[in-house]
């Protein structure tokens, strides 16, 4: 999948995640696939805008700004993976399969709106206050929810409210856990 691709899928779930969960089902990539040609691109381009927003935040800080993007990226890439594990550990009890690709294809495409939000409050810190618009993250999890896990209706709302913030979450832990793990990196 090509940049290209790669950013009109991403306004594709963004503007119409019910037409594009579709899509995304004939003939997305699904599991690793997806987080190889869909999220690594979209979370390199949140780390680039890490590294530029800091550098010149930090007067041009280099060591600073290459540690900034290292933590966006690695609390990204791992976010991904740490909300997959959660959401399939407690899937049974919303009666859902804990069919390992199913459940990353539903982060990784899911996730795509947290990318954007990143992308642009990494680049531009002074507009940290549009981190809320994250929270979009549910709707398009709601539209996809179904199609690609078949939970219940009874079970969708819980459902969408644990994955959303299972999604959301996943990477502020993972960025206070390498902060935790990395020596001096604040």
Known sequence: MDIKQILIRTKDLIITPEK?????????EKGFKAVNNFALPLIGLATAAAFLGDLILM??????????GILSFGSSYVGIFLAMGIIRFFAPRFNVTQEQNT???LVVYASSVYFVVEFI??????????????LYVAYV????VVPITNVDEGQKGGFVLFCSFAILASPVLSSYLLTFLLPNVN
């Open 59 to 68: 007067g041009f800080n280099f060591e600073h700004a290459l540690i900034e």
């Open 121 to 134: 409050t990494n680049l531009i810190p002074e507009l940290f206050f549009l981190r809320i618009l994250s």
């Open 20 to 28: 594009e969960w579709k899509g995304i089902l004939e003939n997305g």
């Open 141 to 144: 999890v709601w539209e996809g």
């Open 103 to 105: 459940i990353l294809t």
